[in-house]
């Protein structure tokens, strides 16, 4: 009978169809997220009086060389740019696995 086997292909096609749909947007959801969280920008900071340098993320028209609003840390003096560079982020257990061995191949 073709009347019984209809309903079950139209099932199955639609728990085809949501499956895909799915899988696309889990594809999607975690490359974005890769990319959120797996490089970022940072620019590090000089300061132009004691000359300690501090790092920071990377905020929009950052340029080498230019004086940023942040002030420094340490004696509030004004900051320049030193260099921009792209950072990979490591994910939380390797650093704390990478930490804990350096420390440990230190002692
Ligand atoms: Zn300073």
Do not use: W
Request: overall charge positive; aromatic content about 6%; glycine content about 8%.
């Amino acid at each position: 009978m073709l009347a019984t086997d209809q309903p079950m292909l139209i099932g199955y096609m639609v728990v085809l169809l949501s499956t895909t749909v799915i899988l696309a947007y889990m594809l999607a959801a975690t490359v974005r997220k890769r990319r959120e969280a797996g490089q970022r920008v940072v620019s590090v900071l000089r300061c132009t009086s004691c000359n300690i340098s501090v790092k920071r993320g990377f905020r929009e028209g950052d340029y080498v060389g230019k004086i940023v609003d942040d002030k420094c840390p340490q004696c509030g003096g004004s900051m320049v740019v030193e260099s921009i560079y792209e950072e990979k982020v490591e994910s939380a257990s390797t650093l704390l696995l990478y930490g804990f061995k350096n420390k440990k191949d230190k002692g």
